[in-house]
């Protein structure tokens, strides 16, 4: 299995992507079945690499039968298969979300057997480019599945009509930048090296005397991935594209998109280029900025009325608490930094699913929308309720141990700079406190009353339920997860570090 | 918009804010880059790192391993064939992003005569039109097989037969009205539902000569290890034809499907659009 | 080193043409500059004093020196790919924008939102 | 080194120009005309440095593909905008 799941793994999302359209053009019947066993496919291609590296170690894998540095190389090892397991879950949740969901706005346009075809190809696609991003080896190819994955994620975040068309015209627009920033740098590093294989980089870039260059090369870098991975000043695209997505799509999106470009900068600063002089100052300055990224995103999503830009602000926190994790580069940062990719996709994706789908039934997105829904619908707003919780970082939720993680390394860490990732920790936490409950005090503790709501018992119509099913299975099913994450926190641990220690120990011992 | 979510507009930007700022920025890019770029090997440099690192052996080697004559597909659809079907991918996504933003919303095509949709109706255009087609076409055929041992392959091949099939709508109009404009000419050319399974059988194709190579016991686009006789590198090239052809498939159907949503596409409520601001010169 | 300066000119005129240019479509012009000024960057990358096209002709085994690197070439193949379906699906989003809107410049279009 | 390369900084420089053109003319649709000749210029100048592919596909892909969006995005949204 172990030299046939890769290929599958890369192989599987891009067959899909073409298969699902072409039944929908050709049969002009549902392609739901297709789809979601392609999903499924995906996943436990996923979960077998997953199994299969924590079983027998790292698995390197030459496409087209070429060796690195000739040809493209794909690694895997515990990092990357436990992001392809995230990406490859979620987005069965949010396959299963498109197909038997609503969770589209009324503006946007009609749905026929065609067009879902094409959305459910655009969301293969989108997997199939995140776990290429995962996957690969090579700088160049990473570049290319970036550009596949943001041209699905445009084209899903799109398909929600009206605002959701700008807020995908202005995601392009940084996108495209990020992209083009990110690929000049390779140029730079193409020629100061002649290479574009990160391990080959690795060895031959501590060689390299011109250190200019090889700055302009890391921040440039440095500078495109985090526009995709919205690090704090960068972060412009991130809320409206989040707000408007239809709901699939942003709970996908919001989950696990900007994730993976932070693992790519993971892999790039914290393992390629860390042997630079360049590299080591450019991730103190990552550290900074997520330091700065988790304190504006946390008061600004204090300062949002409506629900999902306030979750969408929160992420731009999430993802300054993953990049501080990433800037202190120590192995128990990166396994915090991890976590908190693991629990904070399980727990937006969680919080978005629920909140796009509140906001489709009519209630409005706002907290007096939600006023009284607990007990209308105990089990989801239950649900809910845990990921806000593994927001806040309440034990025993996979968020309590991300924060104890990158707390735990901030003090070992120490320096100004570890005194202000503990302090923008702590504080992110009571932002989080002030703002997740708030929401929670009226979904339990206040009635509906006063509120405005669409369920039409007054006029003798079927309510409408709080969040339709299709919504309600992934956000309980994603809860549990969080909780489970959370209690077996030290066995993730225990799978991922050792990876990671000996990855960086490799790549010191390459280095002259 | 009946769930409008309440809350802030988007991002409402200061544009004298942003052009300050932009005005200190992007002289420093530039300064910045200038500076990276005089540390780097000199142009022409025959000892660069880029130029004896890699290359030597896609230069050497790449006509005994690969079979093909020209390096650049050489490295393009066997050392590299990963990064192609990517690229196949990438072109395949904005055509799906087309169709579903402005096509398949189940909207009715644009009145004739809006845009560029009407055809010219001009008997000199329509004659050199017969001519050219075929010609473009042909050219579009022989720039696939050719891409060997010349510039060219699946994609420029792809991009030159779109060409064609957009150079017919442009002249006669778009495939799915084109009897109704111009009944002496017979509508030719797939329309959007055509170039659509087009596109899709591309990367069917070539994601599924890549599986093949791994049914045999090979890695994912390993071409080598297809049964097709003969030496490896022989083989190689065989299969080599046929993901450029693959690639020329997705690239055809993906062009056209460009042409047609965006230049004569379809809208909501299929009415002409009202002049908006500064429209009216 | 004049010749990649050309390249870097080429990208700071895009990116800040997309920055900073009002109208929409203007800014996949300019995204469209910046996305050639990689490609000419890297393409000079792979120019060789004294070398040829990379494609092999008649006679004997090629050697490195005689012809140009062609991974750049390979590789900007594939960008530009990237950047005409960039460029395609900005467009069918400019379009639905403008039918919805009913106007391409960005400051009317945030009011509009608003 | 500049010295011999003479032709290769004129075309870039017009390349400049051309660029700089296109973003700058009022008339969408001459600036995307404009942004034609930039890429046929692009095309050029990589048939001058030996990229004869990439000079090729950037000839039908900038050159023609893409500007013939241009232009018609241009011809369907109304030709001129601030």
Known sequence: MRDVLPGLLVALPLLGAALVPLLAALSRRTTRVPALALHAAILAAALGLFGSVAAAGPIRYAVGGWPGPWGIELWFDGLSTLIAVLVAGIACFAAFAQTFGPGRDEAAPASTPLREGLLRGALLLLVGGLLGIVATRDVFNLFVFLEISSLAAYTLVASGGGRATVAAFRYLLAGTAAGSLYLFGVGFLYALTGTLNMDDLAARLPSVEADAALTVAVVLIAVGLSIKAALFPLHGWLPDTYVYSPTPTAGFIAAVMAKVSAYALLRLLGEVLAGTAAGAVVLDITLWLGVAGVVAGGILAVAQRAITRMLAWSSISAMGMILIGVGMGSALAITGALFHMAAHALAKGCLFFGAGGIRASRRGDDVEGWAGLGARAPWTLAALTVAALSMIGIPPTAGFFSKYYLLSASITTGGPAGIAAFAAIILSSLLATVYFLRVLEAVWFRTPGDAPDASGDSAGRQPVPVLPRPLAVPVVALAVLVLLTGIFARPFERHVLPDWESGTARITAEAP | MGTAPPGRPPAPGTPRVRRLLGAAAFPALFVGLVVGMTQLPEFGDPASPASTHLSPRFIEDAAAETGAANMVTAVLADYRGYDTLGEAAVIFAAGLGCLVILAAAGARPDPPGAGMSHPFGSVVLDAATRILVPVVLLFAVYVLIHGHVSPGGGFQGGVLFGSGLIMMRLVWGPAHEGRAHQPAVPAFGPGLRGSLVLACAGILAYVGIGLAAMAFGGEFLNYGTLPLGGDPAHVRELATLGIEAAVFLTVAGTVAVLFDTISIGMRESGAPLPPGDGDSA | ?114 | MAEGHLISIGLLAAMVVSAACALAVKDLLAAAALFGAFSFLTATWFALVGAVDVAFTEACVGGALTTILFVSTAFRTGRRFD
């Open chain 3, 1 to 114: 080193m004049t010749i990649y300066a050309f390249a870097a000119a080429l990208f700071t005129l895009g990116i800040a043409g997309m920055a900073l240019l009002p109208n929409l479509l203007r800014k996949l012009l300019a995204m469209n500059v910046m996305q050639v000024a990689v490609i000419v960057f890297f393409v000079s990358l792979a120019f060789k004093d004294g070398a040829t096209v990379p494609i092999l002709g008649q006679g004997g085994a090629p050697r490195a020196a005689e012809f140009m690197n062609p991974l750049p070439h390979t590789l900007m193949l594939t960008a530009i790919v990237v950047s005409v379906s960039t460029t395609g699906l900005a467009l069918g989003l400019l379009v639905r924008i403008r039918s919805r809107f009913r106007t391409l410049n960005e400051q009317r279009l945030l009011d509009r939102l608003r």
